[in-house]
């Protein structure tokens, strides 16, 4: 059984409002060093035993492009790991 973990962020150069607000507090409560601030969202996906590693990674790939992000303004990453049941 196959398990991807996914990160979604946002491209170099597109506005992160939530990044720019953290990094904004953290500034106002003494952490001064910070430069930048990058936030994102994390999933996990589980698929079914009848899955080889290349469908896994092929579905993967489906689903950040079409569901999980913006192709357009957002870039991801993921690891597909097997996984006991």
Request: charged share 30%; hydrophobic share 35%.
């Amino acid at each position: 059984m196959w398990k991807a973990k996914i990160v979604v962020t946002y491209k170099p150069g597109i506005l992160d409002p939530e990044a720019k607000t953290i990094q904004h507090a953290l500034g106002n409560l003494g952490y001064r060093h910070i430069q930048a601030v990058e936030a994102g969202r994390y999933f996990e996906v589980q698929f079914d035993k009848t899955l080889n590693k290349e469908d896994a990674e092929s579905l993967t790939k489906e689903i950040c492009d079409k569901i999980l992000s913006n192709p357009v303004i957002q870039k991801y990453r993921y690891e597909l790991k097997e996984v006991d049941e």
